[in-house]
């Protein structure tokens, strides 16, 4: 391998080494996301093939890193621009399950309530009082991948007058609605 990459050009290694950290930290990012999600098979494929990447590229900088400058520039652009693209890649993906807790008045509560049940998701509403008036908190567990949809809509029928609170949910256990 050191042959091949020493028949190059160097600007062209230097790229190969940008490159390849870009997948291989791009990888890293997701790795790290499904192990924190419970995806621990998924993680361990992953794990395999940042593990040889990193082998292959290390061994190719190593002996050279204090000669040439650039690579190690070229390295450390990978590294950023892998951690970049592996955590947008992790948000469209959108693994895993998200909560969300909306405060809404009674005449928002049942908007809220009406599209939820003709989008077959469950909820269940708490009744409270806020700071002025009677309010109602209404929860939900769904996939993060529909969270932004579901967002989107609720704001819309309740012309923004909701209070939202969306976190991540690391594990449930049964509910009307979930399959896990």
């Not at 621990?40 to 061994?59: D, H, M, N, P, Y």
């Not at 309010?135 to 991948?145: A, E, G, Q, S, W």
């Amino acid at each position: 391998m050191s042959e091949f990459l020493a028949s190059l050009h160097p600007v062209v290694v230097c790229l190969i080494v940008c490159a390849a950290k870009i997948i291989e930290i791009s990888i890293q990012s997701l790795k790290t996301c499904m192990m924190v999600k419970g995806q621990r098979l998924k993680a361990a494929g992953l794990g395999f093939i940042e593990c040889t990447i990193w082998g292959l590229v290390i061994s190719t900088i190593i002996g050279t890193l204090g000669d040439n400058l650039f690579l190690l520039l070229f390295y450390c652009i990978g590294y950023a621009t892998g951690l970049f693209l592996g955590s947008t890649i992790e948000n469209k993906i959108a693994l895993g399950t998200s909560n969300l807790e909306l405060i809404a008045n009674d005449e928002n509560t049942e908007r809220i309530k009406a599209y939820l049940h003709d989008s077959g998701r469950g909820y269940t509403v708490f009744e409270g009082y806020g700071s002025t008036d009677k309010m109602n908190m209404i929860f939900i567990v769904l996939p993060r991948k529909e969270t932004p949809k579901a967002l989107k809509e609720i704001r819309r029928i309740c012309d923004n007058h909701v209070f939202v609170v969306a976190s991540e949910v690391s594990k449930y256990a049964g509910g009307y609605g979930m399959v896990k």
